[in-house]
Nanobody, 123 residues
Framework: QVQLVESGGGLVQAGGSLRLSCAASGRTFSSYAMGWFRQAPGKEREFVAVISRSGGSTYYADSVKGRFTISRDNAKNAVYLQMNSLKPEDTAVYYC????????????????WGQGTQVTVSS
């Protein structure tokens, strides 16, 4: 069992930065690929970024490529999302997720979700 708790969301002006953190419980954190998703009001949840178990591979949605960076620290059971050059369209609830595999550069079959953290970007 893995529990995920996100933090670091908030209100920021366009062009600003935020760093999201996801703390994971359990001894098996390093056996999971980790990802970030987001859901804006009235829209479906969408993929943002994924990182492999070792951290050696990362993939991003086209909408965030070059602005967001996903990283992980297996010693601290944590995954991060550094978000730079934020835009109003980045406003959403951001969710951390864990899965056993990456398929087609996406998490395949999410096993665990966090509760989400709100990110609001003002124009």
């Amino acid at each position: 069992q893995v529990q995920l708790v996100e933090s670091g969301g908030g209100l920021v002006q366009a062009g600003g930065s935020l760093r999201l953190s996801c703390a994971a419980s359990g001894r098996t954190f390093s056996s999971y690929a980790m990802g970030w998703f987001r859901q804006a009001p009235g829209k479906e949840r969408e993929f943002v970024a994924v990182i492999s178990r070792s951290g050696g591979s990362t993939y991003y949605a086209d909408s965030v490529k070059g602005r967001f960076t996903i990283s992980r620290d297996n010693a601290k059971n944590a995954v991060y999302l550094q978000m730079n050059s934020l835009k109003p369209e980045d406003t959403a609830v951001y969710y951390c997720a864990a899965a056993q595999h990456i398929l087609n550069r996406r998490l395949a079959g999410v096993d665990y979700w966090g509760q989400g953290t709100q990110v609001t970007v003002s124009s």
